[in-house]
Structure formats: structure tokens, C-alpha cells
């Protein structure tokens, strides 16, 4: 019968682990919970090597709670520009405003969890180092980790073997360490029970491991997959329009899909490509006044999670009439204050592939 080590008896192998081996990240140097707070909305769906290249910068523009409460939402998306999900920012912003209002921190993860944009992972992350709270944590790589420490053959984000990972992970934990105990978790998932090179000789869990120490299972097999969605295709025309050294720019809906309350180049999503003879037309609805587009347009792909967008970007011509009903204005920026806006790849990758850039001279202007 197979004799493995249970969970609580490596507590200590996983921390003196960790201990020794974790990654010198700057948000690990540091105990104060605001900046925890800030490390922490970064990674949510950003690597970690992509946050550490703004994490202080942004701590240097806004020090504390109070500091970050009191500066306009564009000068936080600002500051937050190339990582993505902007999103995170102005709940990060909303989240400030209420910790400055109230005076005080959260004191569990359950207080953690009723600020904007902070779900169970994060909340119970937060709990366990500011506040030394036993809260377990489940992201990709825990779920990894786990599901091959239990040799389970269910898809981990399913709500029972969900269950049966969180109650694994709260046995790991030390209660006089429950924040080295979560990272310590989630860094064997990073450095060590790596997706497709996992390096179980090295592993601290390696002894309880029922997929490293059971004949005949490959932990490479695991975690189960859950079928992938499919991929969307979407179709959209993205309008050119330059005045000297000024771009023609439009502030999507913090509703939108992709690219909420960003600021991008005019663009009107198409039911196929098919259909870019009808741009001007579309783009006139859509932000009122009259267009004219060059016939020659550029073929730019860009993916965003399970869409894959399919734009043709012209240069254009824009004169300015009635605003379309509940469309914000469109409004034109040198590339100075370009660098100070909320954007995306996207719109340098537009720019690039038009021939287009803020700082040349005029190639068509609009009146």
C-alpha cells in the first residue's frame, strides 16, 4: 500500500523551501498592507517578471491609501499603462477611496472580499499576510500543484474538486506563517511543479505527492483540462485621422468588452470583413460627423483572451457635425499626452501598420 506523508507534516519542508529558494521580488521586502494591496491587483492576469517593471514606479506616484484616493482615475490608468486590464486600476482607484473614507485596513478576508474587484483568490492572499489569517489560496499554479499532489483527475476548477484543493492547501498552511505558507505554495508551482518540466527530485511536497510517487501516473498528465472555449472572431474597422502631430482618439465604455475605458483610435466592429466598404458610413453613426477612409487598409490581428480580432485600419478623414446620441466626444491629442493616457498595445500596433506616427509631420488632417 502506498505510504505517503500527509499534508500537515510538510508545513515546514514547504516554508524552509521557500525560505531558500523564493525569487527576491520587491513586493515581498515589504510588510505594509498598502503595498501588498497594490502588488497584489497587479498580478492578478500579469506575470510577475511584467509587474516588477512598474510596481515601484507606481508606488513612487502614489505612496499610500491617501495619496492614491486623491489623484484623478486618469492619472491612475495612467501610471498603470502596459499592464493591461485597466479595469483593475479603477477598482484599485475605488478601493482607495473607500480605505481612506473608512480610516482602517480589512481585518479578514471576508472584509478583503467587499472591495471592488477583489475575489476570493485575492482576498484570502491579502488576509493571510497582512493579517496572518489561516486563508487558503487557489490560483493556476496552486491548482497545478495540488491537483498533481492528489493525483486528481477532475478538471480543478470545478466546484467538488475545488473544494478538495482549498481543504488540502488550508492543511499546508502554518498558522504562524499563513503568507509564506500561500506564496511558498504558489512559488513550487512557478519554480518547481512547472506545466511541462515539473522537477519533482527538488520538490518540498514530493513525499506526500501521489502523482510523483504512484507507479505509472506522469504528473504531466495533471491538472485535467476543462474543454477549452472556443475562440470568437470579430471583424472591426479602426480610423486613421491625424492633424500635425495630433491623433483623433476615442474613450471606449467601461462597459466594453475589450479595451474598457481605454483610450483608442475610432473603431466600429463589423459583421465581416467584407464590409469595410461601409466603414465611413458605420463610423459616422457610431461617432457622428462625416468620414471619408482610403480605400487601402492594413490588415491587423490582435488577440484578447478567447477573441481574436481581425481590424482593417485606413487613414481617414474626419469633419466634425452632430455627436451621435450617448457617444462621448472625440477629442485630439499630441503624442505627449498620449503617453500620459490609459491605451493599449493595440493602438501603437494600428499606428505601426498604417505608417502613421503622432510626432511626423501631417499626412492627412482633419478640419
Not at 491537483?147 to 466546484?159: C, D, N, Y
Request: charged share 25%; hydrophobic share 40%.
Amino acid at each position: 500500500m502506498l505510504q505517503l506523508v500527509e499534508p500537515e507534516e510538510l508545513r515546514g519542508a514547504l516554508l524552509a523551501w521557500f525560505d531558500r529558494c523564493r525569487r527576491d521580488l520587491p513586493w515581498r521586502r515589504t510588510e505594509d498592507p498598502y503595498e501588498i494591496l497594490v502588488a497584489e491587483i497587479m498580478l492578478q492576469q500579469t506575470r510577475s517578471e511584467v509587474v516588477a517593471t512598474r510596481y515601484e514606479g507606481f508606488l513612487e506616484r502614489f505612496p499610500g491609501v491617501d495619496a492614491l484616493a486623491e489623484a484623478p482615475v486618469e492619472s491612475v490608468e495612467s501610471a498603470w499603462s502596459g499592464l493591461g486590464y485597466y479595469r483593475r486600476a479603477r477598482n484599485l482607484h475605488r478601493t482607495a477611496r473607500i480605505l481612506a473614507a473608512r480610516g482602517r485596513l480589512p481585518a479578514s478576508a471576508a472584509e478583503w472580499a467587499e472591495l471592488p474587484g477583489i475575489g476570493a483568490y485575492t482576498s484570502a492572499l491579502l488576509a493571510s499576510r497582512c493579517s496572518g489569517e489561516s486563508a487558503p489560496v487557489l490560483d493556476g499554479n496552486v491548482e497545478r500543484v495540488l491537483s498533481r499532489f492528489l493525483a486528481s483527475t477532475e478538471p480543478p476548477r470545478r466546484a467538488a474538486p475545488r473544494r478538495r484543493l482549498l481543504a488540502t492547501a488550508a492543511r499546508l498552511l502554518d498558522p504562524s506563517r499563513p503568507g509564506d505558507s500561500n506564496q511558498a505554495l504558489m512559488e513550487v508551482g512557478s519554480l518547481v511543479c512547472r506545466r511541462g518540466r515539473p522537477d519533482c527530485g527538488v520538490c518540498p511536497l514530493a513525499p506526500g505527492c501521489r502523482a510523483f510517487r504512484s507507479p505509472g501516473l506522469d504528473p504531466r498528465a495533471l491538472p485535467v483540462a476543462a474543454p477549452r472555449r472556443p475562440r470568437e472572431v470579430r471583424h472591426c474597422f479602426t480610423a486613421v485621422v491625424h492633424r500635425g502631430a495630433e491623433l483623433l482618439l476615442h474613450r471606449r465604455p467601461g462597459d466594453a468588452d475589450w479595451l474598457a475605458g481605454r483610450w483608442h483610435l475610432p473603431t466600429v466592429e463589423l459583421a465581416s470583413g467584407e464590409e469595410s466598404s461601409r466603414a465611413a458610413e458605420v463610423l459616422g453613426r457610431e461617432f457622428g460627423g462625416c468620414w471619408e477612409c482610403d480605400e487601402r487598409a492594413v490588415l491587423v490581428r490582435h488577440a484578447v483572451t478567447y477573441r481574436d480580432f481581425l481590424v482593417r485600419a485606413a487613414v481617414a478623414r474626419w469633419r466634425p457635425g452632430r455627436p451621435a446620441a450617448g457617444r462621448s466626444s472625440l477629442a485630439w491629442f499630441g503624442h505627449r499626452e498620449i503617453d500620459e493616457l490609459p491605451t493599449s498595445s493595440l493602438l501603437r500596433k494600428t499606428l505601426d501598420s498604417v505608417g502613421v506616427h503622432c510626432a511626423d509631420p501631417p499626412i492627412h488632417s482633419g478640419p
